[in-house]
């Protein structure tokens, strides 16, 4: 079984974005590191589906769907 390297990082976030990044973990209850993880993935799949022309759409529960529209 073939061992994952992990690479360590250091990064200066503001208290806002390191206050979202402690909601997200406590949300999903996992740690910091999980949860910074997680916040990377969807944003790569995110941009990768955009890039290729799709749209991101959030369904709100009752069937009524909103195209997420991204500034930049």
């Given at each position: 079984?073939?061992?994952k390297?992990?690479?360590?990082?250091?990064?200066?976030?503001?208290?806002?974005?390191?206050?979202?990044?402690?909601?997200?973990?406590?949300?999903?209850?996992?740690?910091?590191t999980?949860?910074?993880?997680?916040?990377?993935?969807?944003?790569?799949?995110?941009?990768?589906?955009?890039?290729?022309?799709?749209?991101?759409?959030?369904?709100?529960?009752?069937?009524?769907?909103?195209?997420?529209?991204?500034?930049?």
């Amino acid at each position: 079984m073939a061992t994952k390297t992990k690479v360590r990082l250091n990064a200066d976030l503001s208290p806002d974005v390191a206050a979202a990044l402690k909601e997200l973990a406590r949300a999903q209850n996992v740690s910091l590191t999980e949860a910074l993880s997680r916040a990377i993935s969807t944003e790569s799949t995110l941009v990768r589906r955009r890039a290729a022309g799709g749209k991101v759409v959030i369904d709100d529960g009752s069937g009524k769907l909103s195209e997420v529209i991204f500034a930049r």
